[in-house]
């Protein structure tokens, strides 16, 4: 029996991102030395006091017991304070917040909660697979607005999209500081959208995840800062990378009641929650000493200063993201006919550095490939070298030669 025969399955494309993994495992089982800046993982260790809480949570004998799918009071709480205090916008812990399993999960269960078979969804593209995926999987149609090219048009092919759509699209999905492309946004961008989805009676679910992992000095707004978008807004954050937690899987959603009510009520029928003590030191992280997330913004700076200045002395411009601990890179003109893929693979083979393919992330993604900041300063020197001896040991003006594999 063939996976293919599985409808929900059918429908999701070959996972590209596996491909490069099992190159990469083969390659290094081979003993080769690969630089991985492939997936977003960190590879630092959370602060000491979140362990602490953590430890300290494990030794209550009563906190191995279920939790609640909605999260508990004390970390719903401090989900709230920390809106006040980012972006002065008051949740109600109580019916506006909701904790879950990774941001991750939450916005895949969502899905499920408000989509009816053939509903339309909005998902830029390129974007984080769960976006447009999440939602195909809870049996949607997506239509893709693209934004690859920046966006400036972003709200004029937002109306095309909406008059164009049949039915009329149930939700948007936002996502800045964005992943893959790294783009910002200010309040103001947010405006005219939340205008016209609420014209329009259109959902807005936004995934700020990177809100905290900022570089130029602006912290990357809330739409929930505009009043207007609370009524049709979730937006979903989570702990990963703020504070170096991506395997504790822990994250919220805030906003609307009746999406937040709908969450809530699929989450109680299929999980019961993170495991409370992870919660209990998710709410230490939140509401602790906050110069521990200063401390991980400047680590990912200067790893960001040194890709992008390897890269320009490797005869590859690319431009300083403002955000996120990613650089999306367009291929180099002499490799864009190659497609992200087939370059990602060739970056492994010769350069021995792993990257994602900008089409694991959407069509409109082939051009490029995304780097993740996970290795330390040393490494990325080092993956910057190999790949400038890569791209200067092929003769200009001649093909590019790929090998099979």
């Known amino acids: 029996m063939s996976e293919t025969e599985f409808h929900r399955i059918k429908r999701l494309p070959t996972y590209v991102f596996a491909e490069v ?50 999260g508990i009071p004390g970390l719903r709480k401090a989900i709230s304070a920390y809106y006040k ?22 916005l895949a269960n969502l899905a499920q909660a408000i989509t009816s078979p053939g509903d339309v969804i909005l998902v830029p593209n390129p ?16 239509r893709h607005i693209p934004v690859v090219d920046g966006l400036d048009n972003f709200v004029r092919d937002l109306e095309r999209a909406i008059r164009h759509s049949v039915p009329k ?14 783009q910002t946004v200010t309040l103001d961008f947010y405006r005219p959208i939340v205008e016209l989805c609420l014209q329009h009676g259109i959902y ?3 995934d700020i995840a990177y809100a905290e992992i900022y570089f130029d000095g602006n912290p990357p707004p809330s739409v929930l800062q505009i009043p207007e978008a609370r009524d ?18 822990v994250g919220f959603g805030v906003g609307s009641k009746k999406l937040i009510g ?17 919660q209990v030191a998710a709410t230490a992280a939140l509401n602790g000493p906050q110069d521990c997330v200063v401390e991980i913004r400047k680590l990912y700076k200067n790893r960001r200063d040194v890709l992008i200045e390897g890269l320009a002395a490797a005869g590859w411009d690319v431009p300083a993201p403002a955000a996120s601990m990613f650089v999306w890179a367009q291929i180099p003109e002499r490799y864009r006919d190659l497609g992200s893929l087939e370059f990602a693979k060739l970056l492994m083979r010769e350069a021995k550095v792993a990257v994602s393919p900008g089409i694991g992330f959407g069509e409109y993604g082939d051009g490029h490939v995304r780097f993740a900041l996970v290795e330390n300063s040393q490494r990325i020197r080092q993956a910057c070298r190999n790949i400038k001896a890569f791209l200067q040991g092929a003769p200009a003006g001649q093909p590019v030669q790929v090998k099979a594999g």
């Open 21 to 70: 993994n099992a190159m990469k495992a083969r390659a290094r089982a081979a003993g080769e030395d690969i630089i991985d800046l492939g997936m977003g993982n960190p590879d630092q260790p959370p602060p000491k006091h979140i362990t602490d809480k953590l430890v300290e949570a494990v030794q209550n004998p009563r906190t191995h017991r279920y939790s609640q799918s909605r």
């Open 85 to 106: 205090r980012r972006f002065d916008v008051d949740i109600d812990p109580e019916t506006e917040a909701i904790v879950t399993i990774g941001s991750k999960e939450g």
């Open 127 to 142: 974007s984080y697979p769960i976006h447009p995926f999440g939602f195909m999987l809870a049996g949607a149609a997506l």
């Open 169 to 182: 699209p149930t939700a948007l999905i936002v996502s800045f500081p964005a992943n893959p492309t790294t």
């Open 204 to 206: 807005i679910l936004s």
């Open 232 to 249: 049709i807004t979730v937006e979903f954050n989570s702990l990963s990378k703020t504070y170096n937690m991506p395997g504790w899987r």
């Open 262 to 278: 709908a969450l809530a009520k699929f989450k109680s029928y299929v999980d019961y929650g993170a495991f409370t003590p992870i």
